[in-house]
């Protein structure tokens, strides 16, 4: 399946802004994560077409993936 | 040496040192203002008259050594909302000011002419003194003529050409540690300061230092405090990225108001991106971090360049960026950063101007996206004082009013900010609620809903949303009392060592021994005095409300409407 990942902040350093790729069906947010190198401990914010989700969720054709370290600001 | 309250009457020209109030004693910052307009300030008066106050107060721990501790209060009748308002800035007043042993500094009364004064405050107490030179001027040139004119680098605290008008949207400006400026921003108090005819207040402590009860514990507190605060991976990203880290994630939400609040994802996010404003700060030259006020452990701050490497503009904030960004659909850095030195020049709050042109946008005066035309517009009217330049400088109600336009995004006359109710909803009650019009520093709801700082609470469901803002509301009229960043709060929420050391600075500042229920108590009181001001000043529940096209007009991405009743609104006073 294909799945648009969108990452932010400094998880882009010697990675990328955003990129298309195919996963095996039963991938999960966690497995993205893990293969891109990305500490569990730096990212603070997972969402899955605009809503919040979490390393367990799994992915589905056509998703779209954004990847957030700790951030904040008002 | 011991803190005194600082008295000015503009109306008899006189000043005054006077004891503190046993009342007033245990209150700094945002407790003390509405402490004393509660006390002190009919709330039926005209804002701009002579029976208005305007209060400045350093937090309970500005002054000290404390991480974080230089934000300092404005407080006052406001003219934009008609309710009490509190504005907190940066700068280095607080600091002085509490070193000059000023608990607050009361401003009161009306000169009968129409000559214009400054205020010099020092150890001694307060003198006025008549000003000509810097009349009509913009923030800059004041800073730039009284650091060559006053010796001895006094902190300076002035209004620009907006205030002086008495424009709904007027500002207070404080200078920073390099010359810039940082702004009281919201509810324009600076019109309040504009009717005292009091161009600029200058503070100069000298030698003068601040008396520890407790030296020792205030030292172990601090180190305690300021690592947890370092510690924070927040803080860590508030200086890589400043607060405008924020446009992607709240785009991404689909909570980022554009185009006037009718969609809720912008196109052009990427150009206006924290992300992209860190590589054209470092690719021009400028400052990536840089401190609003001295002590603070976090920088958020930075120093914007133009494309030739000259500072354009510095203290660079989400808010603004966003509102002039995504609410006015203008995808240009440069051209906000322009709008921004300009307002901080003119003196009007940038989140309250900017949302004023997207619904002069949505009212055909200039074309969405047009950064160009709202640059123009600032010189040629809003500075300059044309009728619409004081449309647009009184406010984003005030547009809405002059030109017919439904869609205003306000509450009690206060322009939203940049987290859209409909689809965040928290902050919704936030906005509702909040005693001094729409306004998310009073209760930031965004750091559980969005953030996950302090929990998770999913932001398109009603469920949580009500306690979680009243707890954040009650936790932040606490710290603005403290004189500490609100910024602090995001360690707060997350290290269990962060609270229990602020109040121990407290403890050792003033020989005291609050406990974390004191804190709670504090936030709920200082609520509860600005609630009971609002309600003599004729405000009800039903000012509770946000405007009508939240609650019918569903915003994409997520295509939801802000579906809380007035009752469960309501329910936030419960306590």
Redesign the interface.
């Known amino acids: 399946m294909k799945v648009k990942v969108?990452l932010?902040?400094?998880f882009?350093d010697n990675r990328f802004?955003e990129d298309f790729r195919d996963f095996p069906d039963g991938t999960t947010v966690g497995n993205v994560v893990d293969g891109l190198n990305i500490d569990r401990e730096?990212v603070?914010?997972l969402?899955i077409n605009?809503?919040?989700t979490s390393f367990d969720s799994l992915l589905k054709e056509d998703d779209i993936l954004?990847i957030?370290?700790?951030?904040?600001?008002? | 040496m011991k803190d005194k309250i600082f008295r000015v009457n503009l109306t008899d020209m006189t000043t005054a040192v006077e004891e503190v109030p046993e009342a007033w004693a245990g209150h700094g910052g945002r407790g003390l203002t509405s402490t004393i307009v509660a006390a002190e300030v009919n709330p039926a008066c005209h804002p701009l008259g002579p029976n208005n106050k305007l209060v400045f107060a350093p937090g309970l721990l500005s002054g000290t050594v404390a991480a974080n501790s230089g934000r300092l209060s404005v407080g006052g009748k406001s003219p934009l909302t008609g309710t009490i308002k509190e504005a907190n800035g940066g700068g280095t007043a607080a600091q002085l000011m509490a070193r000059c042993g000023c608990k607050a500094l009361i401003i009161e009364g009306q000169p009968a002419d129409d000559k214009w004064f400054s205020l010099a405050v020092t150890p001694e107490g307060v003198t006025i003194e008549e000003e000509t030179e810097l009349i009509g001027k913009g923030n800059f040139e004041v800073l730039e003529t009284l650091s060559s004119r006053l010796e001895n680098k006094p902190a300076i605290i002035t209004i620009g050409p907006a205030g002086e008008m008495k424009m709904a949207a007027a500002n207070i400006s404080i200078k920073d540690p390099d010359g810039g400026i940082r702004s009281n921003g919201r509810g324009g108090l600076g019109a309040v300061m504009g009717s005292k005819r009091v161009k600029f207040i200058s503070v100069t402590p000298g030698d003068a230092k601040l008396d520890i009860a407790d030296p020792e514990a205030f030292k172990a507190a601090n180190r305690t405090f300021a690592k947890s605060l370092v510690d924070h991976p927040v803080s860590q990203a508030l200086g890589q990225y400043g607060t405008n880290v924020l446009v992607n994630i709240i785009n991404e939400s689909g909570g980022l108001p554009t185009k006037n609040f009718t969609q809720g994802q912008f196109e052009g996010h990427e150009k206006i991106s924290g992300e992209t404003m860190h590589d054209t700060i470092k690719e021009r030259g400028g400052r990536v971090k840089h401190n609003c006020h001295p002590g603070c452990v976090i920088q958020c701050s930075q120093v914007y360049n133009d494309a030739d490497g000259n500072k354009l503009t510095s203290g660079f904030e989400y808010e603004s960026i966003w509102a002039m960004g995504a609410d006015c659909c203008v995808d240009n850095l440069d051209h906000i950063a322009l709008a921004d030195k300009l307002m901080d020049d003119i003196g009007v709050d940038s989140i309250e101007t900017s949302v004023a042109f997207g619904v002069a946008m949505e009212a055909g005066i200039l074309e969405f996206g047009d950064g160009e035309g709202v640059c123009r517009i600032l010189k040629e009217e809003v500075a300059a004082g044309t009728g619409l330049g004081r449309v647009i400088g009184n406010g984003a109600g005030s547009v809405g009013r002059t030109y017919g336009v439904a869609r205003v995004p306000v509450v009690k006359n206060q322009a939203i900010p940049a987290y859209d109710p409909r689809s965040i909803k928290g902050i919704g009650i936030t906005y509702a609620t909040s005693t001094q019009g729409a306004d998310h520093t009073m209760g930031y709801t965004i750091a559980t809903n969005i953030l996950n700082v302090g929990g998770a609470v999913d932001p398109l469901t009603k469920e949580g949303q009500v306690e979680l803002s009243r707890n954040l509301q009650i936790a932040t009229a606490a710290i603005d009392s403290t004189g500490m960043c609100l910024f602090i709060a995001f360690a707060a929420l997350d290290n269990e060592e962060c609270l229990p050391a602020l109040i121990d600075l407290i403890n050792a500042r003033f020989g005291l021994s609050l406990t974390a229920d004191d804190v709670v108590n504090l936030g709920k009181y200082i609520l509860k005095t600005e609630r009971e001001f609002n309600e003599k000043a004729g405000f009800t529940n039903l000012d509770d409300r946000l405007p009508e096209f939240f609650y019918n007009e569903p915003l994409p991405p997520h295509n939801v409407v802000f579906d809380f009743t007035g009752e469960e609104i309501d329910s936030f006073w419960d306590f």
Not at chain 1, 68 to 74: A, E, I, L
């Open positions: 969108k932010f902040a400094y882009r802004l730096e603070g914010v969402m605009s809503r919040h954004a957030f370290p700790v951030v904040g600001g008002g």
